[in-house]
């Protein structure tokens, strides 16, 4: 009995450990080229530029107690558009029952909007109740630990599609390690199993923690800075971040953002705010802070930049 009480604690401090791993490795910033394989509007391709997809991913742990030791929020977007996500997911991990595979329980949420950024904002998590979260459960994904990737994702033919039309259901297969992250999405008839898309995303970039800067623009029409009103907002990384624009007057603008991916002097860091013409190379108007800096400012009279980091201990932005 002993012998025996020593295996099985054995194998649930490995199950937990296999848990945190895939916490640690999941969490982070991914941009991912996304490209359409095969498309039964489009026929066969042969990854056609014109269908390819920046994807930016963010997945970062949340604290909901009740739902387990271990979740994590997801949040997807095409890398121009951060304000309107197209999938927010929280996922919880738990051991699944082969050796070295954690089951991934997916839950999305009745009402997206309200949630979005939450690994940014504790608070508004605190405030997750059962009655905010849909559950998948025949969407759960399986991950098995090989080495230092997990590799895996649904099983069966259970996970439906909900896009109107007929039936189809969809295979999800995902491989994560410290410097890659692949995901391929199979799209499938329900009634013969025939294959109607295939989306693969892949990236060999290792994932970061940069901030999120909230940049607000205002314009002038007459020039000056007293008549300065509200004209967009942007969320920029300070890893290269970027956003476009464009002014009632008709100019095309895009907004770079540089921290510790400082593109100079390696010895000189420093949060740099960057303001050029779309297609030109070379920006017309710059903002330097420190590195840590939580606010950066750029001020031109008729144009005006401000960006203030959003604070992981509050629901608010800085101002």
């Known amino acids: ?128 109740a059962w009655r905010d979260l849909v559950a998948s459960p025949d969407c759960d994904l399986t991950l098995t630990r090989v080495g230092e990737q997990f590799q895996g994702g649904t099983l069966g033919a259970h996970c439906l599609d909900g896009s109107p039309g007929e039936a189809r259901y969809l295979d999800y297969q995902l491989v994560i390690s410290q410097e890659l992250y692949w995901y391929r999405r199979r799209t499938l008839r329900q009634s013969d199993g025939e294959l109607q898309e295939e989306v693969i995303g892949f990236n060999r970039f290792e994932p970061n923690e940069a901030r999120l800067y909230a940049c607000r623009v205002a314009w002038s029409a007459s020039g000056a800075a007293r008549d300065l009103r509200p004209l967009v907002r942007l969320d920029l990384y300070e890893e290269g971040g970027h956003g476009r624009f464009v002014t009632p007057d008709g100019r095309a603008l895009e907004l770079t953002l540089h921290g510790r991916d400082w593109p100079f002097a390696l010895d000189r860091a420093a949060l740099i705010l960057l303001l050029q013409e779309q297609g030109h190379d070379t920006p017309f108007a710059t903002a330097w802070a420190h590195v840590g800096a939580q606010q950066i400012a750029l001020e031109l009279g008729w144009l005006e930049v401000r960006c203030g980091s959003m604070v992981p201990d509050s629901d608010e932005l800085a101002q």
């Open 1 to 128: 009995m002993a012998a025996l009480l020593g295996v099985l604690l054995a194998a649930a401090a490995a199950d937990g450990a296999d848990v945190e791993a895939l916490q640690r490795l999941w969490s982070g910033v991914r941009d991912s080229s996304e490209q359409v394989v095969v498309s039964v509007e489009g026929g066969a391709s042969g990854w056609p530029l014109l269908s390819e997809r920046r994807v930016r991913t963010i997945v970062a742990p949340v604290r909901v107690a009740w739902l387990g030791a271990h979740v994590l929020y997801l949040e997807e977007f095409l890398e121009d558009d951060p304000e309107d996500p197209r999938r927010q997911l929280l996922l919880a991990l738990e051991p699944a029952g082969p050796a070295h595979a954690v089951r991934v329980r997916l839950f999305s949420f009745a009402r997206p909007r309200l949630w979005m950024h939450l690994n940014y904002r504790p608070r508004l998590a605190a405030r997750l």
